[in-house]
């Protein structure tokens, strides 16, 4: 919901914030500072929950602490009540203030009471001292880096380049303290990699499909809580099609977005899916050639991803947030997730239970800087504000306690999910095999074209003070025959791709586009008249 920036320190400079703070404009509709010595804390709000009384940073009753917040807490209500009814007195509806007041009562526990995806700072003003704290998952990103006399936190890679130096970043399900001039201590408070253990195996179908469909329809049903027309990302496949069924019946002011290549199998599923749910429905079109440098660099300049796939992605992600903003759309959930929770890879199925186990949970760990950070940056790089349901932390803890004989079966990946929800899917969506959309339609190796560019163009915007740009691990993996330690050395030794690499990659996506056409120059000739070409 927002685009936070922070500088603390006696050598914090307004000029140097404003300029942080403009660079994370699009994340917002309206910019709120405020402006203290060695204390510069401001965001830019997306208006969603308590759209005028919401004003950041929000300061406690007695000013002592001030609170720069990104996201939701989608419990916030049942939060709220609690607090009510510990005495707290609060002057507005938002979970903005509840994020404060539940620090305020509960101190570093109150991390385990939230329900959402968030990243915020809460700073001591006396002291500058800041309290850095970011979602589970890592839906919500979070930033730091160090010049002499000053701390900086922002939200995005892209605020923070401009200082020249090493950046770092608070990682998914950690929390700590940060001084203006010292050291960032930061914790674990959730270890994904730990989740589930120590709780039953889930391996009756039975019992399987009630828990995951009672799971999937709650973190739904908690992110449509809202007066705002609600978008659905719908690829025409399982997940944003349950998506899409599921706020239909609970928010009926909704709107469903399709990006693809005209007439290709995923644009006319989705087509018949809004039809059949008498949705409103906005196809946005793209072809392969219609995919230019421009394009390509745009994307890597919005989304400062890490991998090369991942920028291919967010090429095609782009226009559909775009069409959203102009829709006035300003919350849309999305189907990410599913695939890494409930065995959408091959590679879950062509190892053993062990190493498919640790295969999840490294999809898992890394969401946070492939998916995640391709969907906030491009969504919010908009002003749309995208909530991922498959990733609430109930549900990937579910998904940890099921044996991977219920996510594959019968030849069909996301076996339960299908079956949790035979009732309420079309026949034509439950039996759909996965068909990621950007390779099965051209766009994908279209955009492969460009591929030797993605490193300069990435450090041109000084994104390397991250993190550089590198191969893509599920190409590894897969050269490694999916052997997870063989491809995490591989990866370290080989970060990026060589010279060589990117002259054969560069020669097999020129004849990959050239080919249509090589078709048409050389295919049979339509005359005036002829419904279709003639036989060869």
């Not at 385990?112 to 003003?125: K, M, S």
């Not at 939200?155 to 200082?163: N, P, T």
């Not at 959309?437 to 051209?442: A, E, K, L």
Request: glycine share 8%; proline share 6%; hydrophobic share 40%.
């Amino acid at each position: 919901m927002c685009g936070i920036a922070l500088s603390l320190g006696p050598e914090a400079d307004p000029t140097t914030f404003r300029r942080m703070l403009a660079t994370l404009a699009p994340r917002g509709e309206v910019t709120e500072a405020r402006y203290e010595n060695g204390l510069l804390a401001g965001t830019r709000r997306l208006r969603i929950v308590d759209r005028e009384r919401a004003v950041q940073p929000w300061a406690s009753a007695d000013e002592r602490w001030l609170l720069c917040y990104n996201g939701e807490v989608f419990n916030h209500h049942e939060l709220r009540a609690e607090l009510v009814g510990l005495g707290h007195r609060f002057r507005g509806t938002s979970d903005t203030e509840v994020v404060l007041a539940a620090f305020l009562r509960w101190g570093e526990g109150m991390v385990t009471r939230l329900r959402g995806e968030y990243a915020f700072a809460v700073v001591e003003r006396a002291t500058g001292r800041a309290y850095l704290v970011r979602d589970p998952l890592g839906v919500k990103p979070l930033y730091w880096a160090r010049t002499p006399g000053c701390l900086h936190v922002a939200s995005e890679v892209k605020a923070l380049v401009g200082h020249r130096a090493p950046i770092a970043e608070v990682p998914p399900g950690h929390h700590g303290w940060a001084e203006p001039d010292g050291p960032v201590r930061l914790r674990a408070y959730v270890d994904l990699l730990a989740l589930g253990d120590g709780l039953p195996v889930v391996d009756d179908p039975d019992e399987a499909a009630l828990l995951v469909r009672a799971a999937l329809t709650d973190s739904i049903r908690m992110r449509v809580d809202t007066d705002l027309t609600v978008g659905v990302v719908l690829s025409g496949g399982l997940d944003s099609s349950l998506a899409l069924l599921h706020v239909r019946e609970m928010h009926p002011d909704c709107v469903a977005v399709t990006v693809g290549v005209p007439d290709s199998p995923d644009v006319a599923y989705a087509r018949r899916l809004a039809k059949d749910l008498g949705v409103p429905h906005e196809v946005i079109e793209v072809r392969p050639r219609d995919i230019r440098l421009a394009d390509i660099r745009d994307a890597i300049r919005m989304s400062e991803l890490t991998e090369y796939g991942d920028i291919i992605n967010a090429v095609v992600t782009v226009p559909l947030f775009r069409r959203l903003r102009e829709l006035g759309v300003k919350v849309v959930l999305t189907g990410d997730g599913s695939d890494e929770l409930f065995g959408g890879y091959p590679m879950y199925h062509e190892v053993g239970p062990e190493a498919s186990r640790r295969l999840f949970l490294h999809k898992i760990r890394n969401l946070c800087r492939t998916e995640l950070q391709r969907v906030d940056r491009a969504s919010m790089g908009h002003g749309v504000e995208a909530r991922v349901p498959f990733l609430d932390l109930s549900l990937v803890e579910l998904a940890m306690r099921l044996p991977i004989g219920l996510k594959m079966r019968e030849g069909q990946e996301k076996w339960i999910v299908r079956r949790a929800f035979a009732d309420l899917l079309p026949d034509y969506v439950r039996r759909r095999p996965k068909n990621p959309m950007s390779y099965s339609s051209g766009l994908h190796e279209r955009a492969r074209l460009y591929k030797p560019f993605f490193a300069r163009l990435h450090r041109s915007f000084g994104y390397h003070l991250l993190e550089p740009v590198r191969r893509d691990f599920d190409s590894v993996l897969t050269r490694c025959g999916n052997d997870l330690d063989r491809a995490l050395a591989d990866g370290r030794a080989r970060p990026d791709y060589t010279v060589l690499e990117h002259a054969r990659d560069l020669v097999g996506a020129a004849k990959w586009n050239a080919a249509p056409m090589v078709r048409r120059l050389v295919g049979p000739r339509r005359t005036r008249g002829d419904e279709a070409p003639l036989p060869g």
